[in-house]
């Protein structure tokens, strides 16, 4: 879905870019008992809607409008969240295609019973596609990096796009030879 959309219906006048700190955002979250899992500690798939959540809100702000998940990569979860915590979710564009653009989001918590700061919890890369009102890929404006910090996400998340897009292919040529052998792809 992503970047793959007929040249022709997204010819158009350059969009101007944007600085990373246009659309970045935080929002933030107490974690109550209606979160917690089995061992009582957060579920990891309630962070991963905050997450969500965080880099949908940085996608349609960047895009100036509607964004839809693609494709989450490299969750990390570094350490329990527990009921109490106050958890911040900040998200950033990284990286931007002609119609797709990552989302870094780091998830920090800071301790109900404790006076530290606050601690990296968890991390991850979103991919998000611009779309229309009839669902259709649109343009996005350009990324521009503002700092060392950033030039460094941006180019990180190219080795990252790099990496999706060889997986993809490598999937597609194997389902397509299993196919031509007869089984099931």
Known sequence: MTDQAPAAALDGPDIPGKP??????TLSHIMTH???????????GVIMKLVDDAAGAVAGRHSGGPAV????????????????DLVHVKAQVNWTGR?????????????????APATQVG?????????DA???PRRVPPVVPETERDERRYQEAQIRRTHRLSRRRAIMALREKRAAEGFDA
């Open 34 to 44: 209606n979160d917690t899992n089995l061992l009582g500690t957060v579920h990891g």
């Open 99 to 115: 119609t797709s653009m990552e989302v870094g989001v780091r998830v920090l918590a800071e301790r109900w019973n404790e006076s």
């Open 134 to 136: 009839d669902g259709k």
């Open 20 to 25: 990373t700190s246009a659309s970045r955002t």
């Open 69 to 84: 998940t693609a494709s989450m990569d490299e969750m990390a979860f570094l350490e329990p969240v527990r009921v109490g």
């Open 123 to 131: 991390s991850a890369y979103l991919v998000f596609a611009a779309v």
